[in-house]
T-cell receptor
Framework: AQRVTQPEKLLSVFKGAPVELKCNYS??????LFWYVQYSRQRLQLLLR??SRESIKGFTADLNKGETSFHLKKPFAQEEDSAMYYC???????????FGKGTKLSVIP | EPEVTQTPSHQVTQMGQEVILRCVPI?????FYWYRQILGQKVEFLVS????????KSEIFDDQFSVERPDGSNFTLKIRSTKLEDSAMYFC?????????????FGQGTRLTVV
């Protein structure tokens, strides 16, 4: 069975401080990992995915297969980063996304 | 930018009633999904739909649920006889075919309240 764990329900950081949102997964094969973000009153939208190895809005995430982690990082938090962040996994050959419970990031001005 | 559109944004229904949630996926997408999120819980997969048939479904998607694409544009989720525990936010998503296009685009969601 596949599972995604986001241990922090809420993370508060000061503006300009580094941010790390943790995500660990359980999956026996080679998964695709994603980070989705949901700003207040907006839809879920893709932030980044591990296969792209890109940086979006200053966020990066590296897939660590040894630690089965896909932590989301940003060196300097901005107020507009305040949102719900969901880590998600898609298994090989599967259609569905398995989501973590989400972490609410609050950036304090 | 094209978007997935869901209607209504909020639906209140009495227990035991049938409800239909509607979604218009992005026009050139071929994979369609329904997810739900009960208040305070994680987003859960319900069903995926491709080539006019269900390709995958979860344990949640029992005989009370059905999906169809009646006219080539709308993608609907029907709950035949709603229960209190069906109260949740229901999200539709669509994805373009192709291994390189693995991003799922989500709608704004329909909040279903069963009373």
């Amino acid at each position: 069975a596949q599972r995604v764990t986001q241990p922090e329900k809420l993370l508060s950081v000061f503006k300009g401080a580094p941010v790390e949102l943790k995500c660990n997964y359980s999956y026996s094969g080679s998964p695709e990992l994603f980070w989705y973000v949901q700003y207040s009153r907006q839809r879920l939208q893709l932030l980044l995915r591990h296969i792209s190895r890109e940086s979006i809005k200053g966020f990066t995430a590296d897939l660590n297969k040894g630690e089965t982690s896909f932590h989301l990082k940003k060196p300097f938090a901005q107020e507009e980063d305040s949102a719900m962040y969901y880590c998600a996994l898609r298994g090989a050959g599967s259609y569905q996304l398995t989501f973590g419970k989400g972490t609410k990031l609050s950036v304090i001005p | 930018e094209p978007e997935v559109t869901q209607t209504p944004s909020h639906q209140v229904t009495q227990m035991g009633q049938e409800v239909i949630l509607r979604c218009v996926p992005i026009s050139n997408h071929l994979y369609f999904y329904w997810y739900r999120q009960i208040l305070g819980q994680k987003v859960e997969f319900l069903v995926s739909f491709y080539n006019n048939e269900i390709s995958e479904k979860s344990e949640i998607f029992d005989d009370q649920f059905s999906v169809e694409r009646p006219d080539g544009s709308n993608f609907t989720l029907k709950i035949r006889s709603t229960k209190l525990e069906d109260s949740a936010m229901y999200f539709c998503a669509s994805r373009h075919q192709g291994r390189g296009n693995t991003e799922a685009f989500f709608g704004q969601g329909t909040r279903l309240t069963v009373v």
